[in-house]
Structure formats: structure tokens, C-alpha cells
């Protein structure tokens, strides 16, 4: 029997309810805001002045903060997986 509050079993949870909340609509609406942030500012930093500093960092700032959520959200997915994986492993699955 799988213990609940064992840590391997917290984050196979935890990763299925970030995959269960990416395919939501709120989960969508958030993933679609983010790539068009990264697009918009990728668009920018292609005309922006390239003596202009303050611009380019707040484009790559833009695009980075998007990215990094994006980022956070697969890898909470990977982890609960292999957490999950590891499950099944252990338990003969």
C-alpha cells in the first residue's frame, strides 16, 4: 500500500495536477499568454535599437519570465512523472 505522505508519492501527485492543470482552460489561457509574451518580445528585440540597453534588457526580461514559468511547469510535470514512474517500478506496475 502507498503511503500518502510519502514524498515520492506527494510529487507523483503534485505532477499530475500540474499536467491536469496545463490542459485546463485557465491552464491554457496561461500557457498561450506566455508564448505570445515570448513572441512579442522576440518581435521587439528584432527592430529594437541595439544602442538602447534599457530596452533590449526589458525585451529579454519580458521573454525570460515567460520562458522561466513555462519552464518551471515542465519540469514540475517531469519530476511527478518520474515520481510516478518510480511508483510503479517499486511496486511492480
Keep these: ?3 500518502p505522505n510519502d514524498p515520492v508519492v506527494e510529487w507523483a501527485k503534485f505532477g499530475v495536477q500540474v499536467e491536469d492543470f496545463i490542459n485546463s482552460p485557465v491552464g491554457q489561457f496561461l500557457v498561450d ?5 515570448i513572441n512579442d518580445a ?6 529594437a535599437d541595439p544602442e538602447d540597453p534599457k530596452i533590449i534588457r526589458a525585451l529579454q526580461n519580458q521573454a525570460c519570465v515567460a520562458e522561466s514559468i513555462m519552464q518551471w511547469l515542465g519540469e514540475a510535470i517531469r519530476e511527478g512523472q518520474g515520481a510516478l514512474n518510480a511508483l510503479r517500478e517499486e511496486h511492480g506496475e
Design 1 to 3: 500500500m502507498l503511503d
Design 33 to 37: 499568454k506566455a508564448r505570445a509574451q
Design 42 to 47: 522576440l518581435e521587439k528585440l528584432q527592430v
